[in-house]
């Protein structure tokens, strides 16, 4: 397989309920160009292979620490650690670890195997699809095109799952393929989506606003609501006034924080940062609020 026709996947999850409708299978591509500090996965963040750690089935043999040539591991009681400046990924610890604790988070994967598995478990669930998430897949722009393409000649049903930090040429090239926009809301100021996500918000609410105007094109948009960040009152009356501008929203879905992030980001040696999850009082009280311009809104 030509290298231009691979996708670089962190993860294939079989049987996924709640990217798109159906039962479908969701591809995460890595790669991502926001830095949300409540990141759920961050593994998908960095477009290279990473060495990942698994606390819970280290045996501290060492033997991984004892093979790497650039001596850029150590493994003590209290913990393993990886050099990430002396590092060079040839990822001979990862071959050397017996008790599979370290392993390889990113592999190229050929397009059209990544479509034929799809179509495989369709045929098993019945109806479902193939959703393309993240990280932002969009990053992967030139292979992602051309796997939509094959996904809609196995007569697929596709979405993709984006944050929208994007060109919106982007859009317009997938827009032909792509049944399914799963377009994320991550905040209405400015400001405070750059201090959470490391971007301000304008060209993403540039590009739903175009979206939801695009003829056929379905939306649903998803919104990770953490406390003291993004839900607060105000924020849903800033999100409010923003819907009326929009077009077509066939759907919202409200995402409550939560921390299944953090151990996948300690697993990574990646910063850590712990939020406060919105009361179901709470998500049930904005739920209703939303509800008043679209009658199509869940708790997820």
């Given at each position: 397989?030509?290298?231009?026709?691979?996708l670089?996947?962190?993860?294939i999850?079989r049987?996924?309920?709640?990217?798109?409708?159906?039962i479908?299978?969701?591809?995460?591509?890595?790669?991502c160009?926001?830095r949300?500090?409540w990141?759920?996965?961050?593994?998908t963040q960095?477009?290279i292979?990473?060495?990942?750690?698994?606390?819970?089935?280290?045996?501290?043999?060492?033997?991984?620490?004892?093979?790497?040539?650039?001596?850029?591991?150590?493994?003590?009681p209290?913990?393993?650690?990886?050099d990430?400046?002396?590092c060079n990924?040839?990822?001979?610890?990862?071959?050397n670890?017996?008790?599979?604790?370290?392993?390889?988070?990113?592999?190229y994967?050929?397009?059209?195997?990544?479509?034929?598995?799809?179509?495989?478990?369709?045929?098993?669930?019945?109806?479902?699809?193939?959703?393309?998430?993240g990280g932002?897949?969009?990053?992967?722009?030139?292979?992602?095109?051309?796997?939509?393409?094959?996904?809609?000649?196995?007569?697929?049903?596709t979405a993709?799952d984006t944050?929208g930090?994007?060109p919106?040429?982007?859009?317009?090239?997938?827009?032909?393929?792509?049944?399914?926009?799963l377009?994320d809301?991550k905040?209405?100021k400015?400001?405070?989506?750059?201090?959470?996500?490391?971007?301000?918000?304008?060209r993403i609410l540039?590009?739903?606003?175009?979206?939801?105007?695009?003829?056929?094109?379905r939306?649903?948009?998803?919104?990770?609501l953490?406390e003291?960040?993004?839900?607060?009152e105000?924020?849903?009356?800033?999100?409010?006034?923003?819907?009326?501008?929009?077009g077509?929203i066939?759907?919202?879905?409200l995402?409550?924080y939560h921390?299944?992030?953090?151990?996948?980001a300690?697993s990574?040696?990646?910063p850590e940062?712990?939020?406060?999850?919105?009361?179901?009082?709470k998500?049930e009280?904005i739920?209703?609020k939303i509800?008043?311009?679209?009658e199509?809104?869940?708790?997820?």
């Open positions: 397989m030509d290298k231009k026709q691979e670089f996947v962190s993860q999850q049987f996924s309920l709640h990217d798109g409708p159906g479908r299978t969701t591809i995460f591509l890595k790669g160009n926001l949300c500090k990141c759920h996965n961050p593994e960095n477009l292979p990473e060495i990942q750690y698994l606390e819970n089935r280290c045996r501290k043999y060492a033997s991984c620490a004892m093979t790497c040539p650039q001596k850029a591991l150590t493994i003590k209290e913990g393993w650690s990886l990430k400046e002396h990924n040839c990822m001979i610890c990862v071959s670890c017996y008790a599979n604790a370290l392993q390889i988070s990113g592999s994967e050929a397009s059209e195997e990544l479509v034929a598995q799809a179509k495989r478990d369709q045929q098993i669930f019945g109806e479902g699809g193939v959703t393309f998430s932002e897949p969009m990053l992967q722009i030139d292979i992602l095109e051309y796997a939509l393409k094959e996904a809609k000649k196995q007569k697929l049903h993709v944050a930090n994007v919106w040429d982007f859009f317009e090239r997938i827009i032909p393929y792509t049944d399914l926009f377009f809301i905040g209405m400015p400001e405070v989506h750059k201090q959470y996500t490391g971007v301000d918000n304008t540039e590009n739903i606003k175009k979206l939801s105007f695009e003829k056929d094109t939306i649903w948009i998803r919104m990770p953490v003291g960040v993004n839900a607060s105000n924020d849903i009356d800033d999100f409010l006034a923003f819907y009326l501008q929009l077509s066939d759907r919202i879905d995402l409550p921390s299944y992030g953090t151990y996948k300690k990574l040696q990646m940062e712990v939020f406060e999850t919105p009361s179901p009082e998500m009280r739920r209703m509800k008043t311009v679209n199509n809104v869940f708790v997820m």
